[in-house]
């Protein structure tokens, strides 16, 4: 998962998870926001929420870290989006012996 995974914050709190989670997948499949094809989106309460978006291909996931204002609609407002890198941290069952 390492390098394809983008970190999202700066979302509406109001929002089911689900609903979210939808309006997220919207916005990251364009192209235009620099998107393509998703493997996993993960919204994690807050607060404040953050949601986790995996893509197939790490080229994707640099693509969408390179545009620099990612803005999510919903129901006419509009919600300035934070995308950084994920990194992900090892649990210590995952930790080489």
């Known amino acids: ?3 394809r995974t983008v970190r999202v914050g700066g979302l509406p ?3 089911p998870a689900d609903r979210l989670a939808d309006k997220l997948t919207i916005h990251f499949l364009r192209s235009r926001n620099g998107g393509g094809e998703i493997a996993d989106v993960r919204v994690l309460p807050g ?3 953050c949601a986790l978006i995996t893509f197939e291909a790490p080229e994707v996931a640099q693509r969408v ?3 620099k204002d990612h803005v999510l609609s919903v129901g006419g ?3 300035p989006l ?3 890198a994920h990194v992900a941290e090892l649990s210590p069952d995952e930790v080489a012996r």
């Open 1 to 3: 998962m390492a390098g």
């Open 13 to 15: 709190a109001e929002l």
């Open 47 to 49: 607060p404040p929420p």
């Open 65 to 67: 870290l390179e545009v």
């Open 77 to 79: 407002k509009k919600y």
């Open 82 to 84: 934070e995308v950084t």
